[in-house]
């Protein structure tokens, strides 16, 4: 089955880049009924869609990161990636990734990446 | 971007209640709503998909309904394993968007 493991720097100092990685496993990235998201948690809180690829490189972003945000994928070696630029403490939180997946029409988010704390301090 | 809300935000209840949690979408979303388990330091898992479809290997004792706006989990003779949180989520539109929680705890 699917399994998805993020990856990347566990601190990052303000105004600078954040990146993560996640690799997938089990199968293929260009999957023709999925997509690729990122989501983030900050501790003790809800849970925020960042955005989201599709094997093909098409991306969407919520708006509320947009700006500063590139999601980009990498078909041979199976994963998508992460940069958010001039990072704050308020981008201090746990990062996952997930796989969502379309049937007739419907959509959910499964699997997920068991998530990688990311801290914004200098 | 379509706001989720749901209640309560926590809940007490015995081993063996039967457990409801509600989630109201500020639109129309049709049955694109999902519901996740989350425990404390993990992932969040899918146990519902399109407003009632139970997740494969998901206990038969969570149950999804509604659509339109209002929706409802249902934790019937709720286990010890199901004492934690879960979040409803909307597909239907992007960026998709999550409820803010509920904490189902002991009483």
């Known amino acids: 089955q699917v399994q998805l493991q993020e990856s990347g720097p566990g601190l990052v100092e303000p105004s600078q880049t954040l990146s993560l990685t996640c690799t997938v496993s089990g199968g293929s990235i260009t999957s023709g009924s999925s997509y690729w998201s990122w989501i983030r948690q900050p501790a003790g809180k809800g849970l925020e869609w960042i955005g989201r690829i599709y094997g093909s490189g098409t991306s969407n972003q919520n708006p509320s990161l947009k700006s500063r945000l590139t999601i980009s994928v990498d078909t041979s070696k199976n994963q998508f990636s992460l940069k958010l630029y001039s990072v704050t403490a308020a981008d201090t939180a746990v990062y996952y990734c997930?796989?969502?997946?379309?049937?007739?029409?419907?959509?959910?988010?499964?699997?997920w990446g068991q998530g990688i704390l990311v801290t914004v301090s200098s | 971007d379509i706001q989720m809300t749901q209640s309560p935000s926590s809940l007490s209840a015995s081993v063996g209640d039967r457990v409801t949690i509600t989630c109201r979408a500020a639109?129309?979303?049709?049955?694109?709503l999902n519901w996740y388990q989350q425990k404390p330091g993990k992932a969040p898992k899918l146990l519902i998909y399109t407003a009632s479809s139970l997740q494969s290997g998901v206990p038969s004792r969570f149950s999804g309904s509604g659509s339109g706006t209002d929706f409802t989990l249902t934790i019937s003779n709720v286990q010890p394993e199901d004492f934690t949180t879960y979040y409803c989520?909307?597909?239907?539109?992007?960026?998709?968007?999550f409820g803010g929680g509920t904490k189902v705890e002991i009483k």
């Open positions: 997930a796989r969502q997946s379309y049937n007739s029409g419907w959509n959910w988010l499964d699997p």
């Open positions: 989520q909307q597909s239907y539109s992007l960026p998709l968007t």
């Open positions: 639109q129309s979303i049709s049955s694109s």
